[in-house]
């Protein structure tokens, strides 16, 4: 039996393609040399890198504050809200209305009306008034929180969310336990909750020794500046 011998065009064919798949694998090593040769030089600017993220991290940890992992290097990650802003000391804070009037200083009494929340425990409501936020002001004064700007009286998130707005704006803000009740007791620092329910709930969460995230949310109108 004799055998056949291949046709000339088909060795061709298939040496062509023999010499398609050696330039390819040539150009993806000179690719892969290239790319390494890229990463070297963006070493150096990566490492240059490294400590400024590592000193954001170390001024503010990254995971919220829980009695039952202290000391820990893991926990539940701090969460952050894209449409509010962020001040150097942590505070998040969104302005859902805008005021018109002035801006407190200093010194200032300042009447203000506030809802506060457990938002770190299922969201409970630890102080909820009954005048609706944007309405007109009406009433008695009494009705309403009233503290000294600059003397301290209040959790430091409250004081500094309230330097900054004008009267009749109404400013939602997000709490972080440094900015919160000292020493998580709500009895040392205003505002406090004005019902023993409120009291009870408030006190739950904070004296909480647990795995319990601790953050607060409070709406404040800025209602007038008493002279």
């Known amino acids: 039996m004799l055998l056949q011998r291949a046709p000339f065009s088909s060795g061709c064919k298939q040496g062509k393609q023999q010499n398609s798949r050696l330039a390819a694998n040539v150009r993806v090593q000179a690719g892969r040399r290239e790319s390494l040769a890229a990463g070297l030089v963006l070493l150096p600017a990566l490492a240059n890198l490294q400590p400024a993220a590592a000193a954001e991290d170390s001024e503010r940890s990254k ?5 039952a992992l202290r000391g820990k290097d893991y926990g539940k990650p701090r969460m952050t809200y894209p449409d509010y802003e962020m001040t150097p000391s942590g505070l998040q804070y969104k302005d859902m209305r805008e005021g018109t009037g002035e801006v407190p200083r200093e010194g200032d009494t300042l009447l203000v009306d506030w809802d506060g929340y457990t938002v770190g425990y299922y969201g409970r409501p630890f ?12 009433g008695n004064d009494k009705d309403f929180y009233r503290f000294v700007l600059g003397q301290h009286s209040v959790i430091p998130a409250f004081e500094e969310a309230v330097a900054t ?16 009740y000292p020493d998580n007791d709500y009895k040392k620092q205003g505002p406090k909750p004005t019902t023993f329910a409120g009291e009870r709930a408030l006190g739950f969460v904070l004296g909480n020794q647990g795995m319990m995230d601790k953050t607060l949310l409070f709406d404040i109108e800025l209602m007038r500046i008493l002279k």
């Open 63 to 67: 995971y919220e504050p829980m009695e």
């Open 127 to 138: 102080e909820a008034r009954n005048k609706p936020k944007g309405s007109s002001f009406e």
């Open 165 to 180: 707005m004008k009267v009749g704006g109404i400013r939602r803000i997000v709490v972080p336990v440094e900015l919160g």
